[in-house]
């Protein structure tokens, strides 16, 4: 139903206007306090990059925050991530994480992120906490936050903010009668606009979300999707349905698909039931780290990687912030 609303295909978001309304003012009013000199953001003593975006749901947003923290890393910078942590509860914070963080303390995005790209990465509801650990605990050249464009408290140099390009920006209302932080204003005032598949727009780097092999989860093993018998899919993502269609882009034909709650918490019991012994249980990567510490031999997931077309100057202009 949220969908339908958001999408402008019903006409029930007029009832939601007034709460609209109000997170407009609010939002508009906490981005001013900032802008105007009420408040006072707290400057890191090295650059910061926001990878955000304007909407609610699956943008794409952490496969580019990987994309990006791999491109910085192969120009030599020592890379740090921060993040909320959201779907995480630490003992306190700042967390670092380490080998043995669980996605129940960090949260399932900068768990991911540490794994694949090898970056000190640190969570905590205030960022600034967050990148003086970064700091603290080691060398870091540059710092990307995972999410944050709304988060004004801390100073940035470069805003970055992912589109969905099949999506866009739905009936364009703020939350919750449509699905925007931010109304669509806000992207004159960014740095870059990356939009994720479908037509990109004047201005845009286009980007595409590739995926690679199957992995299977107990043992590693790689294998072209469409090779995997009796699929059933599922997804606890922003936007489940982009992964089915990724699926069957591939030649994949689930037998099942099952969509979870973004950042939903998962159990051994739980998942074994969506699938028989006979069928390949077949999950996104988010879900994989979640479900690794009791995985069973049909389970595999299936990695992304952002794709982006012109971001050469887009590189450039964050390194030389380094430089400089």
């Given at each position: ?98 080998p043995q963080t669980t996605t129940a303390e960090a949260g399932d995005e900068p768990v991911l992120i540490y794994q694949r790209t090898g970056a000190a990465v640190a969570v905590s509801p205030r960022r600034r906490e967050a990148v003086e650990a970064l700091l603290t605990s080691g060398q870091i050249d540059i710092v990307v936050t995972d999410d944050g464009l709304q988060h004004y408290a801390l100073a940035r140099d470069i805003e970055i903010v992912v589109v969905d390009g099949e999506r866009r920006f739905g009936n364009g209302w703020w939350l919750p009668a449509g699905p925007m932080r931010e109304r669509v204003g806000r992207l004159k ?136």
């Amino acid at each position: 139903m949220i969908e339908r609303i958001w999408s402008g295909r019903s006409a029930l978001y007029v009832l939601l206007l007034p709460l609209s309304l109000l997170y407009g003012l609010i939002s508009n009013l906490l981005r001013l306090s900032y802008v105007w000199g009420w408040r006072q953001a707290w400057r890191a003593p090295v650059p910061v990059v926001v990878v955000g975006n304007l909407t609610a749901g699956g943008n794409g947003k952490t496969p580019v925050v990987i994309w990006l923290v791999q491109a910085l890393q192969q120009r030599g910078l020592r890379v740090g991530v921060v993040s909320r942590g959201y779907g995480g509860k630490a003992v306190r914070y700042p967390l670092v994480l380490d080998p043995q963080t669980t996605t129940a303390e960090a949260g399932d995005e900068p768990v991911l992120i540490y794994q694949r790209t090898g970056a000190a990465v640190a969570v905590s509801p205030r960022r600034r906490e967050a990148v003086e650990a970064l700091l603290t605990s080691g060398q870091i050249d540059i710092v990307v936050t995972d999410d944050g464009l709304q988060h004004y408290a801390l100073a940035r140099d470069i805003e970055i903010v992912v589109v969905d390009g099949e999506r866009r920006f739905g009936n364009g209302w703020w939350l919750p009668a449509g699905p925007m932080r931010e109304r669509v204003g806000r992207l004159k005032s960014v740095t870059a606009v990356i939009n994720n598949g479908g037509v990109t727009h004047t201005g845009e780097l286009a980007m595409q979300l590739v995926p690679g092999p199957a992995v299977n989860l107990l043992t590693g093993e790689k294998c072209d999707a469409v090779t995997l018998d009796n699929v059933v899919a599922m997804a606890g993502i922003g936007h489940p349905p982009r992964f089915f269609n990724t699926l069957r882009q591939l030649g994949v034909s689930p037998v099942k698909e099952v969509a979870f709650a973004d950042h939903q918490d998962y159990s051994a019991e739980a998942l074994s039931s969506l699938a028989e012994p006979h069928q390949t249980l077949l999950m996104t990567e988010k879900d994989a780290v979640k479900a690794r510490a009791f995985a069973r031999a049909n389970w595999w997931y299936l990695p992304v990687d952002a794709v982006l077309s012109e971001a050469e100057p887009l590189l450039a202009r964050i390194q030389a912030l380094n430089n400089g």
